[in-house]
C-alpha cells in the first residue's frame, strides 16, 4: 500500500511538473507570436521556447524511467504520433534548404514541430492509463490554472493588437487560437462552474480576435458537443426535448455572440462573416486555387517527399502557406505525409465512434475536438504548429483514461 501511495505521488508531481512547463510554453508562444507581428516591447519576461519544451521533454523522459513498466504502443494513437514525428523530423533536418545553413534553428524547428507534441502525448497517456483516476481531480484543477494563466497572457498583450484588429488587420490575432483548442479539456471538468467558467474565457478570447474562421469552429464545436451529450449520450424517449438541448444552448450562445459584438465590435464581427463571399476569405481562397492547381507541375521528388516545413511558401502566388492542412502536408511532407495525416483523420473517428457506442463521458469532449480539428484543418493550419500540442494532450488524457476505466493493461 505504501509503495502504491508513493508512487501515485510521484505521478502526481510529474503531472504537476509537466503541466506548469506547459502553461510557459503556451504564455511564451503567445508573447512571442505578438512580438513577432509588432515592434512593441511585449510585457513579460518567461523562458525562451526551446529551453521549456527541453525541460518538458527531459521531464516526460525522466518518468519512463522511473516507470519503465508502463506500455505506451497499446495506442493506436502513438503509431501516429511516432510516424509523424520521424517523418517531420527527417524532412525537416533533410529538405529544409533555407535551414541547412544554421543547424541550431534547425535542430530547434524539429523540436518545436515534431518532438514536443511525441512527448507530450505519451507522457499523458502513459500517466492517465495507469494513474488516471488517482490524477483527475489534480487534473481538473490544472486545466483551470491552464486556463486563466493563458487568459492572461492572451488579454495583457492584447491591447497591442486590438487597435491593429478593429482596423482590419485581424490576421494578428490569430494566436487567440491558443485558447480555443483546449475546449475538449474544459468539456470533461467534473465542475459545472468551472466547466463553463473556462468555456467562455474561450469563447472571449476568439470572439475579441474577429476571426471568422474561429467564431464559426466554436460554435460548431460547441453544436458538436450538445448534439452528442444529449441526443448520444444521454438521450431519452422525448425527441422534442433532445432537440430542445441542442438548440437552446446553441441560440443562447449565438445572442451573446450578437449582443456582444453590437456593443464591443460595432458589427464587426458579422461584417467580417458577410464580407467572406467578397475578400475571398483574406486571399485563403486565391492561395488554395492556386496550389491545387500546381500540383500537377510538382517534381516526383516535391511530390513524394515535399519541399520541407512551410514548403508550400515557395510555390503560393502571395508567399503565404497554403491555410488547408491537406495542402501544407502535402507541400510540406509530399504524399507520404499526407497518408499519415489522412491517417490521423481515420483513426480520430474511429476513436470518437467507439467512445459514442460506448456512451462514454468523454464522447462530447472530444466530438467537439474533431468538429474544431476538421473545420480550422481546411481554413488553416493546426498540425504543423504549437496549437496541435493541444491536441496531443487532448489525446494522450481521453486515450489514457478510457484504457483506465477499461483496465486495458498490459
Excluded at 533555407?98 to 535542430?107: A, D, E, H, K, T
Excluded at 500540383?295 to 511558401?313: A, H, N, R
Amino acid at each position: 500500500m505504501d509503495l502504491t501511495i508513493k508512487k501515485t505521488t510521484t505521478v502526481r508531481l510529474f503531472l504537476l511538473i509537466v503541466s506548469v512547463f506547459y502553461v510557459l510554453f503556451a504564455c511564451d508562444h503567445v508573447k512571442e507570436h505578438l512580438q513577432f507581428l509588432t515592434d512593441e516591447q511585449v510585457g513579460g519576461a518567461l523562458t525562451k521556447t526551446l529551453l521549456i519544451i527541453g525541460a518538458m521533454i527531459a521531464v516526460s523522459i525522466l518518468y519512463f524511467i522511473i516507470f519503465s513498466e508502463q506500455q505506451i504502443k497499446t495506442s493506436v494513437f502513438f503509431k501516429f504520433f511516432f510516424t509523424w514525428t520521424i517523418i517531420v523530423s527527417i524532412n525537416i533536418w533533410l529538405n529544409t534548404p533555407s535551414l541547412q545553413s544554421n543547424p541550431n534553428l534547425m535542430i530547434s524547428l524539429i523540436i518545436k514541430q515534431a518532438l514536443i507534441h511525441f512527448f507530450l502525448f505519451v507522457f499523458f497517456y502513459a500517466a492517465f492509463k495507469y494513474y488516471g483516476t488517482s490524477l483527475w481531480k489534480l487534473f481538473n484543477y490544472i486545466i483551470v490554472g491552464w486556463y486563466i494563466i493563458i487568459a492572461i497572457a492572451y488579454f495583457v498583450n492584447y491591447s497591442i493588437l486590438s487597435a491593429l484588429a478593429l482596423d482590419g488587420s485581424t490576421n494578428v490575432l490569430g494566436v487567440s487560437y491558443i485558447l480555443l483548442y483546449p475546449l475538449p479539456l474544459a468539456f470533461v471538468l467534473k465542475n459545472r462552474f468551472w466547466k463553463y467558467f473556462c468555456v467562455l474565457i474561450g469563447a472571449i478570447a476568439i470572439l475579441s480576435s474577429v476571426k471568422r474562421g474561429g467564431i464559426l469552429a466554436f460554435t460548431f464545436a460547441m453544436l458538436a458537443y450538445y448534439f452528442v451529450h444529449n441526443v448520444c449520450i444521454k438521450k431519452t424517449n422525448h425527441p422534442i426535448k433532445n432537440l430542445l438541448s441542442v438548440i437552446l444552448p446553441i441560440a443562447i450562445l449565438l445572442v451573446s455572440v450578437v449582443i456582444f459584438d453590437q456593443k464591443a465590435n460595432d458589427g464587426l464581427i458579422f461584417e467580417r462573416i458577410n464580407s467572406i463571399s467578397e475578400d475571398d476569405g483574406s486571399g485563403r481562397g486565391e492561395v488554395v486555387d492556386y496550389l491545387i492547381n500546381y500540383i500537377p507541375q510538382l517534381s516526383i521528388k516535391e511530390l513524394i517527399i515535399g519541399s520541407g516545413f512551410e514548403g508550400s511558401v515557395n510555390f503560393s502566388p502571395l508567399e503565404l502557406t497554403a491555410h488547408n492542412d491537406f495542402l501544407e502536408a502535402l507541400y510540406d511532407y509530399g504524399l507520404i505525409g499526407l497518408i499519415v495525416y489522412i491517417y490521423f483523420y481515420v483513426i480520430l473517428f474511429k476513436k470518437l465512434r467507439f467512445l459514442i457506442k460506448q456512451k462514454s463521458e468523454y464522447a462530447a469532449p472530444l466530438a467537439a475536438g474533431v468538429v474544431l480539428f476538421c473545420f480550422l484543418s481546411m481554413v488553416s493550419h493546426i498540425i504543423i504548429y504549437a496549437y496541435f500540442t493541444w491536441y496531443a494532450i487532448i489525446l494522450g488524457v481521453i486515450e489514457g483514461m478510457d484504457a483506465n476505466n477499461s483496465n486495458e493493461y498490459e
